[in-house]
């Protein structure tokens, strides 16, 4: 009979917590990772503090002299001088009718150029 292929239906698969795979997860990470994660002890550690020495001292002067010389700028130095963010927002802006401007004048000049080689 037919009554006899039909069963009940199966129990709803069981879903995993999101919240409770990550802690799962993090757990696992923690205790495989061989590096101090709380922060308490962490801080309780003493921070390293650096310092050149005299010769690391000379030798960065040296750097520094040697950079000045060649005409090297530094990173950090505007790539557009020292001039003021308002006077660069002008040039942007003043840019392209300086531009017609010029290149009138070329065009004058070249027109001045043929009529002197005639």
């Known amino acids: 009979m037919v009554s006899d292929l039909l069963h009940e239906p199966s129990a709803p698969a069981v879903v ?3 919240t ?3 802690a799962v997860r ?3 990470a923690c205790a495989r990772s061989t590096n101090v994660h709380d922060p308490r002890q962490r801080e309780a550690q003493p921070q390293r503090v650096y ?3 005299d010769e690391q001292k000379q030798r960065l002067a040296d750097m520094q002299e040697e950079q ?3 005409g090297i700028r530094a990173w950090n130095r ?3 001088g020292y001039r003021t963010d308002q006077e660069l927002t002008r040039l942007i802006a003043t840019g392209p009718v300086e531009e017609r401007h010029e290149d009138k004048a070329a065009v004058a000049a070249e027109a001045t150029e043929r009529a002197l080689q005639e």
Request: proline fraction near 17%.
């Open 16 to 18: 995993p917590s999101p």
């Open 20 to 22: 409770r795979t990550h």
């Open 26 to 28: 993090a757990s696992a």
């Open 51 to 53: 310092r050149l020495t």
């Open 68 to 70: 000045e010389l060649a």
């Open 78 to 80: 505007r790539p557009c």
